[in-house]
């Protein structure tokens, strides 16, 4: 299904009807304008927009000195530099420069396009909007340098920047027949107000008249990406007067943000188990601006007030959200992966040769069940062999291709559970002596604040120094290539997010493309992909499934009973189907057919347009 319009804007190309705004979006490691999972999640939206010929223009923000570039010490202590890249070099400087009032006085902000092109020529502008220009204060000019740094201050003029001036610049671009404005997370719901503001001056009536807020909540969808209390930014409503425009502040008082957001819908009596953990999980039950001693601005809320549809990005993930913020109608829509871009060279080529025109429709994929096992093992050898070959270069070891591998690449942060595999370290080398020997490969950033992340990256390589059989390496630096490489070259993906903070993960959606299945505790996209024993794996049980009885175990007990679970699958499941050639084959293929051929931002894509974009 294509959706593209026939009268292209001269200067994107394309007439956009859909505005996707994010904070962050990783298109290749030469723009470094990604942290991790949510920016590698738009990339891949933009690239699947394209190949479907839906009329979409991407704002994001110009970051000059990227996220960071991660090394790490000995001990594993983690350093951090910015990143040096010349986007003057690399992108197309569009011509308008738009502004508007921050700190008191007019910021000027300009903006650079790359054009992300479908193999029939279809394109779908990124709009990278950046304020390093003559006449900005140094301040304002450094807006768009760092990604995620700085302090609250920094962060609330960043969105400022995404929201407000991003619904600028499409003006001046002349984007005339746009009908969504599509925010990924809370980073651009300043955009709500900007629009209310542009929406009542066009119609020539006040802000809260009911006409506007139709008008504009008719027009905003908004996803929620995750229950972790880190990803809803809040700001003290006295430093968002003494930042914003007065026009912009004054419409997210409480009193109109009350005449914007509508009653919520009642939660249906779902889980008590779900409901607690969700409270547990966050503080965004109640809006803080009517409630908190000190007034604040919940960003995702101001997003929720005005938007038309509300998703979610996993089914449990649905339910949580539903639960956290009282409403039965945020929809659910599951992430996906773009199957091109992750595929590996060699997985690719027995796809072009047995399963002609994957790339056109990834559903194709279903009929990997019928690949010939010996030529799907040896695609994953050749990119295994790939992996470790990389591994020995940055790591200085002498990992063999022959030893089973277990790969982690993720955000080391503490919900993420990168120390799980290491809660019993003696047996975990005890299993693999067992069994001939493991591999295991490790990788992922943590934020530059985040002390105990860092913290446990150092713990976790503490502990495994002492081991002598399932010996490990933590990979500096974790990128879209290293990510490319381990999630096709490991035997086995691993996942231990602590349920249920995951909204959905995608790197076990990655390594499924490519064959590799999933060890994974039951949160998240896993609970729609795992199929024990032929897609991969669970760790543990669902604890927070619908009607399941007793109390949520505390996070102590959980990390036990998580632990031993997986060292069980590990010795009784794992690591004897991996050596039986025929039996891995088959899992391989399964994990392809059933999990890599639905988990796709093509699959993803569709669902937006028809369920959330033109309804």
Same mark, same amino acid.
């Given at each position: 299904?294509?959706?593209?319009?026939?009268?292209?804007?001269?200067?994107?190309?394309?007439?956009?009807?859909?505005?996707?705004?994010?904070?962050?979006?990783?298109?290749?490691?030469?723009?470094?304008?990604?942290?991790?999972?949510?920016?590698?999640?738009?990339?891949?939206?933009?690239?699947?927009?394209?190949?479907?010929?839906?009329?979409?223009?991407?704002?994001?923000?110009?970051?000059?000195?990227?996220?960071?570039?991660?090394?790490?010490?000995?001990?594993?202590?983690?350093?951090?530099?910015?990143?040096?890249?010349?986007?003057?070099?690399?992108?197309?400087?569009?011509?308008?420069?738009?502004?508007?009032?921050?700190?008191?006085?007019?910021?000027?902000?300009?903006?650079?396009?790359?054009?992300?092109?479908?193999?029939?020529?279809?394109?779908?502008?990124?709009?990278?909007?950046?304020?390093?220009?003559?006449?900005?204060?140094?301040?304002?000019?450094?807006?768009?340098?760092?990604?995620?740094?700085?302090?609250?201050?920094?962060?609330?003029?960043?969105?400022?920047?995404?929201?407000?001036?991003?619904?600028?610049?499409?003006?001046?671009?002349?984007?005339?027949?746009?009908?969504?404005?599509?925010?990924?997370?809370?980073?651009?719901?300043?955009?709500?107000?900007?629009?209310?503001?542009?929406?009542?001056?066009?119609?020539?009536?006040?802000?809260?008249?009911?006409?506007?807020?139709?008008?504009?909540?008719?027009?905003?969808?908004?996803?929620?990406?995750?229950?972790?209390?880190?990803?809803?930014?809040?700001?003290?409503?006295?430093?968002?007067?003494?930042?914003?425009?007065?026009?912009?502040?004054?419409?997210?008082?409480?009193?109109?943000?009350?005449?914007? *957001?509508?009653?919520?819908?009642?939660?249906?009596? @779902?889980?008590? !188990?779900? #409901?607690? $953990?969700? /409270?547990?999980?966050?503080? +965004?039950?109640?809006?803080?601006?009517?409630?908190?001693?000190?007034?604040?601005?919940?960003?995702?809320?101001?997003?929720?007030?005005?938007?038309?549809?509300?998703?979610?990005?996993?089914?449990?993930?649905?339910?949580?959200?539903?639960?956290?913020?009282?409403?039965?109608?945020?929809?659910?829509?599951?992430?996906?992966?773009?199957?091109?871009?992750?595929?590996?060279?060699?997985?690719?080529?027995?796809?072009?040769?047995?399963?002609?025109?994957?790339?056109?429709?990834?559903?194709?994929?279903?009929?990997?069940?019928?690949?010939?096992?010996?030529?799907?093992?040896?695609?994953?050898?050749?990119?295994?062999?790939?992996?470790?070959?990389?591994?020995?270069?940055?790591?200085?070891? *002498?990992?063999?291709?022959?030893?089973?591998?277990? @790969?982690?690449? !993720?955000? #080391?942060? $503490?919900? /993420?559970?990168?120390?799980? +595999?290491?809660?019993?370290?003696?047996?975990?080398?005890?299993?693999?002596?067992?069994?001939?020997?493991?591999?295991?490969?490790?990788?992922?950033?943590?934020?530059?604040?985040?002390?105990?992340?860092?913290?446990?990256?150092?713990?976790?390589?503490?502990?495994?120094?002492?081991?002598?059989?399932?010996?490990?390496?933590?990979?500096?630096?974790?990128?879209?290539?290293?990510?490319?490489?381990?999630?096709?070259?490991?035997?086995?993906?691993?996942?231990?997010?602590?349920?249920?903070?995951?909204?959905?993960?995608?790197?076990?959606?990655?390594?499924?493309?490519?064959?590799?299945?999933?060890?994974?505790?039951?949160?998240?996209?896993?609970?729609?992909?795992?199929?024990?024993?032929?897609?991969?794996?669970?760790?543990?049980?669902?604890?927070?499934?619908?009607?399941?009885?007793?109390?949520?175990?505390?996070?102590?007990?959980?990390?036990?009973?998580?632990?031993?679970?997986?060292?069980?699958?590990?010795?009784?499941?794992?690591?004897?189907?991996?050596?039986?050639?025929?039996?891995?084959?088959?899992?391989?293929?399964?994990?392809?057919?059933?999990?890599?051929?639905?988990?796709?931002?093509?699959?993803?894509?569709?669902?937006?347009?028809?369920?959330?974009?033109?309804?």
């Amino acid at each position: 299904m294509r959706y593209a319009s026939a009268a292209p804007n001269e200067t994107l190309g394309i007439d956009p009807r859909v505005a996707y705004f994010t904070m962050e979006i990783g298109l290749s490691d030469t723009l470094p304008t990604y942290s991790g999972g949510l920016g590698i999640l738009a990339g891949d939206t933009i690239r699947s927009a394209a190949n479907l010929h839906v009329p979409l223009v991407c704002v994001c923000l110009l970051h000059r000195e990227g996220y960071f570039i991660q090394t790490l010490d000995k001990d594993g202590t983690q350093r951090d530099e910015p990143v040096r890249w010349q986007p003057e070099q690399m992108l197309r400087r569009l011509e308008p420069t738009i502004s508007f009032k921050l700190d008191g006085r007019s910021i000027h902000v300009g903006a650079y396009m790359v054009p992300v092109k479908a193999k029939d020529g279809f394109t779908v502008p990124v709009i990278y909007l950046d304020t390093n220009l003559e006449g900005n204060t140094v301040r304002h000019r450094n807006i768009t340098s760092r990604l995620y740094g700085g302090d609250d201050e920094l962060r609330l003029r960043q969105e400022a920047v995404l929201g407000i001036g991003g619904v600028r610049m499409l003006e001046a671009l002349r984007c005339q027949n746009l009908k969504i404005y599509h925010m990924n997370e809370g980073h651009a719901s300043l955009l709500v107000p900007e629009l209310v503001r542009h929406t009542a001056k066009r119609m020539g009536i006040a802000p809260n008249d009911r006409r506007v807020i139709d008008t504009v909540r008719e027009r905003c969808v908004f996803t929620t990406h995750t229950p972790v209390p880190a990803g809803h930014d809040r700001f003290p409503m006295d430093m968002v007067h003494r930042i914003l425009d007065p026009d912009i502040a004054a419409l997210l008082s409480p009193e109109q943000t009350g005449a914007m *957001r509508e009653a919520p819908v009642p939660a249906s009596p @779902g889980s008590s !188990r779900t #409901a607690k $953990a969700a /409270k547990t999980a966050t503080a +965004l039950a109640e809006p803080e601006t009517e409630t908190a001693p000190t007034p604040m601005l919940n960003m995702t809320l101001t997003g929720f007030a005005l938007s038309g549809r509300i998703n979610a990005v996993a089914r449990r993930h649905t339910e949580v959200s539903r639960m956290m913020f009282g409403r039965d109608d945020i929809l659910s829509v599951t992430n996906g992966v773009h199957a091109k871009t992750w595929v590996c060279g060699d997985m690719a080529k027995l796809f072009d040769n047995q399963l002609p025109g994957w790339r056109e429709d990834n559903t194709v994929l279903r009929g990997a069940l019928g690949l010939d096992p010996q030529s799907l093992l040896k695609a994953h050898l050749r990119a295994k062999i790939a992996l470790i070959d990389r591994v020995n270069e940055i790591a200085k070891v *002498r990992f063999d291709a022959e030893v089973f591998t277990l @790969g982690f690449g !993720r955000r #080391a942060t $503490a919900y /993420k559970r990168l120390n799980l +595999l290491y809660k019993d370290p003696e047996r975990l080398d005890a299993i693999a002596k067992d069994h001939g020997g493991m591999q295991i490969i490790l990788a992922g950033k943590a934020h530059p604040k985040d002390e105990p992340g860092q913290a446990m990256i150092v713990d976790t390589l503490r502990k495994a120094r002492k081991l002598k059989h399932a010996h490990t390496v933590y990979l500096p630096n974790y990128n879209m290539d290293l990510c490319g490489l381990m999630v096709a070259g490991s035997d086995v993906w691993l996942n231990t997010p602590r349920p249920p903070l995951e909204a959905s993960g995608t790197s076990g959606m990655k390594a499924a493309l490519n064959g590799v299945p999933s060890l994974s505790t039951l949160d998240g996209w896993w609970l729609e992909g795992c199929v024990e024993g032929l897609t991969g794996w669970a760790i543990g049980q669902d604890d927070f499934a619908p009607g399941r009885k007793g109390k949520p175990p505390t996070t102590t007990a959980q990390d036990k009973a998580h632990a031993a679970d997986l060292y069980d699958k590990l010795d009784q499941a794992v690591l004897p189907a991996y050596v039986k050639r025929k039996q891995w084959a088959s899992i391989m293929a399964h994990t392809i057919a059933l999990n890599g051929a639905h988990f796709t931002t093509q699959r993803m894509v569709r669902e937006y347009v028809a369920g959330l974009y033109f309804v």
